[in-house]
Structure formats: C-alpha cells, structure tokens
C-alpha cells in the first residue's frame, strides 16, 4: 500500500524522561517505515549534544537550574530539529525526532516551527511512560551503559550517575495534555496500556497498530529456505517443484536440529511455525513439524515471488527470451515486476501481516519459506538497507537465528550439511557491531 | 492468517450508555469477523429484555431503584449470556455481547459466569463514549425511534422518553476501570480519543486496528468492474487481456457518469488493479474527472494458475476433477498455482481497511471477484454465497452506509447509448429484521 500517502509528510516527536524506551520506539518505527519503502529517518538530540558540548557524564549537565548547559543543550535540540526539516523538504518522508521534550513549553514550540515550516505537515508525538523501576533497571543496563557518554566509567558509577541524570529531567516533567492540541500516542508498561488522542490518516493509523504490537521479550526468530528442489538443481525460477534428494536430507537434519534446539515439550509446544503453501516448503515443514509434533501453518503470504510469464525457465533462458526484461531486472531488481507477476516492493507490500504477527509473538518463530521471502524478512530484522533486499545472502540449507537485543538482532548461522548433518556456525554480535557503529561519526541514527 | 485467531473463542462484551453507537459498533464487528471467517454472532440484550418483559417504554422501568424491572432486566442479561455461550460452544468463533454493561458489578457479574461456564474464552471489552449532545440526538433520531419499544408513539413523545431513560442509565454509569483487570478499548467521541488496554492476541490486535478506522461520515463507495475485455468476449480466465471497443466506450461513460454523479467534486479517492483492463478504464475515468487513481496489485483479480487462459470449458475438459471441485466448493477450491476465494478476501482486507477510514467518496474499478468480496463485505452477504454474487459487467454499484445496514443503487449504462438505468434495492427487510440481529 505504498501507493497511498505519499505527498504528506510526517513529523514524529518522542516524549519521555530517560531510559523508558524513546530510541527503541524509534528505531523500530524507522525501520518499519524505511522498509515499507517511505524515506524516513532518525534525528537523535543525545547525538547531537554529543557532538556539540562533549560525551558528558556528570548528572549536573542537566541540571534545569544550570543556565549555561541549559542554553547549550536547547541549542541542539534546535539544530537536530532544523535537520528534521531539511530532510523533509529534500525529499524526505518520514523525520523521527528522539529527544526527552517533556516540557510543553518546548514541545509547543517545536509544534510550532515543524507547521509553519511546511503546508499539510502531519504531526505525531509518542510519549513513553513507564513507572515499573525493574524495566527501567533493565533499560539502563542494555543500553545506556554503552553509551558513549560513560565509555571510561565503570558500570555502577555509571548506572548511579545516570539515575540521578533522570532525577533532574524529573524536576520539571510536563506530561502531554488535551489542551496542547497536539495528536499523540501515550504508551504506558511497554505498550500494555495506550491512549490515543486525535490520530487520523493512513501512516498515523499504521502507527498506532504497530506500536500496539511491540514489546521487548527477546524471543528468537529462525528463518529457513525449504531444501533443495528440484528447480534449484535445474537453476530454474518459479514452478511448485518437489523436494530433491539432498533437500530431503536437509529436512532431515533440520529437524534433528530443531528437536536439540527446543529440548522440553513446553518448549516445542510453544513454537509459533510458519510455512508457505508450495511444496518443497511444505515437505521440508513437514518432516520438521512430525519430529517435533507441532503443526505449522501454511500461509499463502509467505510463497514465494510470482515470477509471472518467467515461470519455469532457467535465467539464461530468460536473458534469451526477454533481453530487455533481462536487463532491466539487473539494473532495478527490488523495483522490477516480472510481467503478469511480482517485484520485490509488492513482497515487502504482501508479507507485512506476517511481520506484525512476528513482532506481536513472545514465543520462538520458526519460518520455513523461500529465498525471495526470507530476504524481505531477514532486512526487516537486522535493518539492512531496502536497495540490498534483492541480493541478500540467504543460502539454501542454513539457519539463520535472530534474537532481538537492544537496538538490533543478534544473528547466528547455523550451515548444516544435508549429507553429513555436520554443523558450522556463524555468530554476529551486538555489542561488536554497535561498537563499530559508534565509531562513525554521524547525528543521525546509528 | 486467519488460523491464528482460531486458537480461542472470544466474547466480546459492549460497554455504553443507550444511543452511543454500541449496536452499530458491535454488528460492524461482527460483519467483519464473518467476512473474515470467525463465525460470529450479536446477542443484544435489549432484544431479550423485550421478549421477555414486552415493549416497554417508560423510563422508569430503567430506574436502577425499581427492585422488580432490575430483577427482570438482569435476568434477561443472563439469558443472552448462556445463549452467547452456547453459540461458542457449538459454533461459533466470536460471540457479541451488546448491552449497556454500565456497572463494575454487571461486568464482574459476567467475567465471573464466564469463568466458571467457560473458562477457555478471551473476553474483550469495547466502551463506547460520546459527550457530542448532537451525535447523541442524532443517534437517537436515526435508530431509537424505529425501535419496537416506540411504535404509536409520536417522535417527540419517544424522545424524550428515551432521553429520560438515558438519564436513568447516568446515575449509575461507571466507566471501565484498569483495575478491573479486564482487556479493553474505549472509543471516545467517535474516535477522537481511544484508550488501549491489556490486549491479548491476534484477533483483539485486529479489532483494535479495525475500530481505529471506523467513522459515520455516509460517504458513498463505487464499485466498477473494468470495461468488456477481449477475455471477457472469448469467455477465457485470467490473462492480462486488454479492452475491446465495447469495453473502452463503458469506460469513457463510466466517466461521464461521475462526472455528473460527483458534481465537481475532485475530492475523492480512487482505487484500481495493475492490470491493463482496469487501468484503461481508470483512465479514461480519471481523464474525464481529473483526478488521480492508485493503482494496487491488492486488487488485481483472483489468480486462475494453471488455468490461466482456458475457457471453462477447456477447465472441463483438461482438468476435470478441479472443474467438478470448484463447482462444489468455489469458496475454498483453490487453483493449482492460484488463489482461492478465501485468499482473495484475505488479499482485499486491507482495501476495506482503507475504504472504511476514508471520508471521502470511494471509487473502486476493479474485476468480478475482487468486487463480489468487497460488496459482501459492505452488504453484509454470507460468506458461502461470495462466489456466487451477481457482479456484471457495466455497472456501477453505489453504496450509502445507514445506520445499520448500506443503501445499494444499481446504475447500468449502456456503452454504445450511454444511456443510465438506475435500480433502487429495496432496503426495507434490513430494517424489519431488527429482532434477528
């Protein structure tokens, strides 16, 4: 539905004291716009007065009587506003603004400058509210710790001063009231509890049954290709070929896996298993599904591009038959429909439901599906950029395991080898790649 | 997906004073879940309470003093409740519970009873608010004065009437409470403010998306199916064929119709497929009007598969054992390497989506099943009979929504005179069967 919409452009405001969630709703709404192809970004006042006045750990830096940082600190906010705008007048669809903004003194103001600056601007703000200190603990611990402004303190002197840092912005709170007139979405306890307040319109109302859907369990996601097929061994497109020799053995092995990988019945029991409703999938799903005696759905969502009139062939055949096609796939592969078929962008259109379903599940996901698909679903979770989806490498006979973390998904690769059931792993980590992360230098989002 | 909110029965309890749109919420509800698959039914309380206690209309038999009609009415209250349950045992999916449901003590009443008769339900609770003494008049005029309670009464006499009834309900209102522990969404002034809480599950986080995107502008929808295509003469399924001239003059009539029926009006949103025989005749429209279209692959039409291309009777003889399956279950009978009914509706339920959070009048130009799916959904068809509407080529289905039910007007034109002929469905038997929701 990227159709609808596209001339507005929105304006979405974080509010909130420290640690209750701002940058995480965020991110996963950048993500989650990027994604469904809007060009939507995330504008970080903490980056900016980082940049600007120096990694400051001490707690008195906001201080609401100290003048001088206060000044300092309104400075940046302004600049970090300012490129919002920008961004939006040079093509931009979406600017995410991640700050406290707790008074309504500066949320008015804000308000202010974001309607005159353009005609029809839509206007949202997320204010995260959270009292349960376990959670808040939580937060800290995962996030703020590897925060640039306490990378030469040591964890606890850090955790400490960052609570008194909260105790200041505490001083002067002004939660979101009917009379600033402004549209917004309350979240309170991690989305246990909303209200909204005059929230109208297409993306808006994607929001609100996105945020709906968030939560911070860290359950896993398994992503799988079927195994082999038949026209994989061929290199042909499309078809509803059935499983090949080696692919059976993979099903094999892929159960084995995933029996060692849930060890109770509780535990396979709870296991959300999707499948497409092509073959080769459905077989390799099977052969899982009876090891572990659970059921998977077959979701027509989840089956894979619809190469059209391409159906079948080979793509040395194709390039044959349809040079021109042939080429223009090459040079805009995410945007290019095979005739009387699909592109990459109506993918990402289709399996949106199967994202929010994953998103809303505190149970492991378990997806058995196909090359296309598993692309879109794996850029979705470790945020890859959209131009990459159609060239991401998700092989045949390997597991990928996400498991959200903070920020990003932690990601492991488990190729297994269908004859000899052997086992080589692959593990990304978080703090390594957030690590290289912060070394850029850039405002914007990590 | 629809698998997934199979995995529990759902009671859905109303929560409202008289004439805040919980009837017209519930039964929307419930339009949608059918059409979406989950068996699905409206208790309405009232209705209980008029079999039982008769026709009623005086006020004070809603005093929450008067001990005797209390009695009575929470007797009625339980009533509609075991046959809820019983619904759901047998089957039924999703029960609606519409009544006022005012007090904390009602709704512990029913979590209570539902706990001990069936503990293995989800209960979902949806208050409905409104402080707008317009919307609430209007609401009155439009639904109450029909109502049984009122025949032989004058308007004004009705009322008044249920205006003091409102009153009664007043004393002892209670709005829903977080600390009564119970999963709600309470919709405030048609939508102005909503309150989200403790929601459970696929289908509740579906409910909750729906409601968001209901409104009661009577905007009008349009339904279409493209112009004559050369498929469409040679009798073939599928295919991307394009229009012939039959079909390319339908299109620029279709425009005039608009022309004239939109006054002028450029404020309306249109929607159409990726395929050639759509587009062409949205173009012709839009030419004609000057407005823009978007074009959705959601709507292009159910995808034949191997039979892409063959006329049914090629299907007959080629395929027999399909042809006879999809004669006897052409709701479910799914094409190899195509879709079926059920995929199709499940395709187009972000259409509705979209169709029912616009204000402004809706155009849809699209194919035969693609339209059978939304028009069952907005004519409240059941769904085994989707395959089976009558959707024919040149013409145009107009759309009203009432209060509880869509005014339907036929408009054929002729290509080649551009000649309109307009047929009024007779709406009436929505409005009698009150009693059967």
Not at chain 2, 70 to 97: P, T, W
Not at chain 2, 284 to 305: H, R, T
């Amino acid at each position: 539905m990227q159709g609808c919409n596209r001339s507005q452009k929105i304006a979405i405001c974080t509010v909130g004291l420290p640690a209750r969630g701002k940058t995480y709703i965020s991110r996963k709404l950048n993500r989650y716009f990027n994604w469904l192809g809007y060009k939507s970004r995330v504008f970080i006042n903490g980056n900016y007065r980082r940049e600007i006045c120096g990694t400051e750990c001490n707690s008195q830096f906001f201080d609401p009587h100290n003048e001088e940082a206060q000044k300092a600190r309104s400075d940046c906010a302004k600049m970090a506003l300012q490129d919002l705008i920008q961004f939006l007048k040079n093509g931009g669809d979406v600017g995410i603004l991640d700050g406290t903004n707790i008074t309504r003194e500066r949320r008015l103001q804000i308000e202010s400058d974001l309607k005159q600056s353009f005609n029809g601007i839509q206007t949202l703000w997320i204010e995260s509210i959270c009292n349960d200190s376990k959670v808040i603990q939580n937060n800290i611990r995962l996030t703020k710790i590897n925060n640039p402004d306490y990378c030469n303190v040591n964890s606890d002197e850090a955790t400490i001063d960052f609570l008194n840092r909260i105790k200041m912005y505490e001083q002067i709170y002004e939660t979101i009231t009917d009379d600033e007139n402004l549209s917004y979405i309350k979240t309170m306890n991690v989305g246990a509890d909303i209200i909204v307040h005059q929230v109208y319109g297409f993306l808006l109302s994607k929001i609100v049954s996105f945020i709906m859907n968030l939560h911070t369990y860290p359950r896993p996601i398994y992503l799988s290709r079927h195994g082999e097929s038949q026209y994989n061994v061929d290199d042909r497109v499309g078809g509803d070929s059935d499983l090949s020799e080696l692919g059976e053995m993979y099903a094999d092995k892929l159960a084995d896996f995933f029996f060692k990988e849930f060890p109770t019945k509780e535990m396979k029991n709870e296991i959300i298993f999707f499948t497409s409703t092509m073959r080769r999938a459905i077989h390799t799903s099977d052969v899982v599904a009876n090891k572990l005696e659970i059921q998977p759905l077959q979701l027509k969502t989840l089956d894979e591009i619809n190469v059209g009139i391409c159906d079948g062939m080979t793509y040395t055949e194709i390039a044959q038959k349809f040079p021109s096609d042939f080429q223009e796939r090459k040079i805009n592969k995410l945007g290019y429909r095979y005739p009387r078929g699909e592109s990459y962008l109506d993918l990402i259109s289709r399996i949106e439901p199967v994202i929010f379903e994953i998103e809303r599940s505190r149970q492991p996901v378990m997806i058995i599906a196909h090359q296309a698909i598993l692309r879109c679903l794996y850029a979705y979770f470790h945020q890859n950029e959209i131009p990459e989806v159609p060239t991401l490498d998700i092989p045949l006979h390997c597991v990928i395991k996400l498991t959200p973390a903070a920020y990003f998904c932690d990601e492991k690769r488990v190729l297994i080898n269908p004859q000899t059931g052997e086992i080589s792993i692959k593990e990304e980590y978080v703090q390594e790649f957030v690590r290289s992360k912060s070394k850029q230098k850039s405002f914007i989002d990590l | 997906m629809q698998e997934l909110g199979k995995q529990q029965k759902m009671v859905i309890g109303m929560v409202g004073l008289p004439a805040r749109g919980k009837t017209y919420i519930s039964r929307k509800i419930c339009r949608y879940l059918n059409w979406m698959g989950f068996k699905s039914k409206v208790f309405n309380i009232g209705n209980y309470r008029r079999q039982i206690c008769g026709t009623d209309c005086n006020s004070n038999f809603f005093d929450p003093g008067n001990k005797d009609a209390s009695k009575a009415r929470d007797e009625c209250a339980l009533l509609a409740l075991n046959d809820m349950i019983n619904y759901l045992r047998n089957e039924g999916d999703v029960s609606l519970y519409d009544g006022t449901n005012t007090t904390k003590q009602r709704r512990k009443l029913i979590m209570e009873t539902l706990q001990q008769k069936f503990s293995e339900v989800q209960v979902f609770w949806v208050e409905s608010i409104c402080n707008d003494e317009d919307v609430i008049l209007r609401n009155i005029q439009l639904t109450k004065l029909n109502n049984p309670d009122y025949v032989g009464k004058s308007s004004d006499e009705a009322t008044q009437d249920f205006q003091q009834r409102i009153e009664q309900y007043a004393k002892v209102y209670e709005p829903i409470d977080m600390d009564e522990n119970i999963s709600f969404i309470k919709i405030i002034d048609i939508g102005n403010d909503i309150m989200i809480y403790n929601i459970q599950g696929f289908l509740q986080s579906k409910l909750v998306s729906y409601l968001m995107n209901l409104h009661i502008y009577p905007r009008p929808i349009y339904l279409s199916r493209h112009g004559e295509s050369q498929y469409n003469v040679g009798h073939k399924v599928g295919g991307d064929s394009d229009l012939t001239q039959t079909g390319l003059m339908y299109a620029k009539q279709l425009g005039k119709y608009f022309v004239q029926e939109l006054e002028g009006n450029r404020n309306i949103k249109m929607f159409t497929s990726t395929m050639q025989r759509a587009l062409r005749t949205s173009n012709e429209v839009c030419e004609l009007l000057g407005v823009e279209y978007y074009s959705l692959k959601a709507l292009d039409e159910i995808n034949p598969g191997i039979c892409d291309g063959l006329t049914y009777q090629q299907i007959a003889d080629k395929f027999p054992q399909d042809y006879e399956e999809r004669k006897m279950n052409k709701l479910t009978y799914r094409y190899p390497r195509g879709e079926s009914y059920l995929d199709v509706i499940s395709r187009v339920e972000q259409i509705i989506f979209e169709i029912e959070r616009s204000r402004l009048p809706v155009i849809v130009i699209a194919h035969q099943a693609i339209l059978r799916c939304l028009y069952a959904y907005f004519h409240e068809h059941e769904v085994p009979e989707i395959p089976k509407l009558n959707i024919p080529l040149h013409q145009v289905i107009k759309l009203v929504p009432a209060a509880y039910y869509c005014k339907e007007t036929r408009i054929k034109i002729d290509p080649m005179t551009g000649h309109w002929e307009i047929q009024d469905e007779a709406t009436i038997k929505k409005v009698k069967s009150f009693l059967d929701l």
